[in-house]
């Protein structure tokens, strides 16, 4: 099973950017599909963004969309979450995912989870 490591989260005031980075221990399939999830207290995981690992297709949550940019390095096995123009209500505990059975914005449906990493949006 691939493990994920999330870098990059902190402290950012409103209207600021973050960027964050998902490492995988091992090159994804271009069927696998790779998400960014997040998670605050008292909510459910809810989806933020992914993309497809083979073609670089891209999908966003409703709450990020204009706002975030999902992107992949096929050479580092990394997706980065480019996330501008961050609001308080993007505070959050933020996930990396992988999804050997391709596109989906359900977290039940997703095989391998980083650790989180703490995003935190103060005004």
């Known amino acids: 099973q691939v493990q994920l490591v999330e870098s990059g989260g902190g402290m950012v005031q409103a209207g600021g950017s973050l960027r964050l980075t998902c490492t995988a221990s091992g090159r994804p399939y271009s069927s696998h599909f790779m998400g960014w999830f997040r998670q605050s207290a008292g909510k459910e995981r809810e989806f933020v963004a992914g993309i497809r690992w083979g073609t670089g297709g891209t999908y966003y949550g409703d709450a990020v969309k204009g706002r975030f940019v999902i992107s992949r390095n096929k050479a580092e096995n990394t997706v980065a979450l480019q996330m501008n123009s961050l609001k308080l209500d993007d505070t959050a505990v933020y996930y990396c995912?992988?999804?050997?059975?391709?596109?989906?914005?359900?977290?039940?449906?997703?095989?391998?989870w980083g650790q989180g990493t703490q995003v935190t949006v103060s005004s």
């Open positions: 995912a992988q999804n050997r059975g391709g596109y989906s914005t359900m977290y039940s449906e997703y095989d391998s």
